[in-house]
């Protein structure tokens, strides 16, 4: 079967940066994500550390949380997971552990993102890649910390 063209990186990356707005509009820093299988989305997450007082609620742990709670497993070799931006190094750790099938993200994170100390945090089967909508969820995000700083 042929995948549709509906469901391409960027259409999923799109359904990520949706969740990184409702975070937006919560105050939250707007960093979203998105876990599918089987060109299904099986969990919506965005970030919650405010909301929850919770300094892991990271959009990426409760995506990979609610993921294993549907699929009844702690590994997600066949996920996908797409991030508005790049995982940090507890988020990459988790991906880690849960063997994560691929990771996409949006924006790179130059100052708390994973890849500063090494693309090697990822499990050796994981697929990642970066940049994708980029422009889209660095916007987000500076939007967010001008009206921050206003």
Same mark, same amino acid.
């Given at each position: 079967?042929?995948?549709?063209?509906?469901?391409?990186?960027?259409?999923?990356?799109?359904?990520?940066?949706?969740?990184?707005?409702?975070?937006?509009?919560?105050?939250?820093?707007?960093?979203?994500?998105?876990?599918?299988?089987?060109?299904?989305?099986?969990?919506?997450?965005?970030?919650?550390? $405010?909301? +929850?007082?919770?300094?892991? &609620?990271?959009?990426?742990?409760?995506?990979?949380? &609610?993921?294993?709670?549907?699929?009844?497993?702690?590994? +997600?070799?066949?996920? @996908?997971?797409?991030?508005? +931006?790049?995982?940090?190094?507890?988020? &990459?750790?988790?991906?880690?552990?849960?063997?994560?099938? $691929?990771?996409?993200?949006?924006? &790179?994170?130059?100052? @708390?993102?994973?890849?500063?100390?090494?693309?090697?945090?990822?499990?050796?089967?994981?697929?990642?890649? @970066?940049?994708? +909508? $980029?422009?889209?969820?660095?916007?987000?995000?500076?939007?967010?910390?001008?009206?921050? @700083?206003?």
């Amino acid at each position: 079967m042929v995948e549709p063209e509906i469901f391409s990186h960027e259409y999923w990356m799109q359904e990520a940066l949706k969740q990184a707005q409702i975070a937006y509009e919560e105050g939250e820093i707007p960093v979203g994500a998105v876990m599918v299988v089987k060109n299904r989305i099986i969990a919506k997450a965005y970030n919650q550390t $405010e909301k +929850l007082t919770d300094v892991t &609620a990271h959009a990426e742990i409760l995506a990979i949380t &609610a993921a294993e709670n549907t699929l009844g497993s702690k590994y +997600l070799t066949e996920c @996908r997971l797409y991030v508005t +931006l790049e995982p940090c190094v507890m988020c &990459a750790g988790a991906a880690y552990w849960a063997q994560l099938g $691929e990771l996409h993200y949006g924006a &790179a994170d130059p100052k @708390r993102g994973f890849t500063r100390l090494g693309s090697n945090l990822l499990h050796p089967k994981t697929k990642s890649s @970066r940049g994708l +909508l $980029e422009d889209k969820s660095k916007n987000l995000l500076q939007a967010f910390f001008k009206n921050l @700083r206003n």
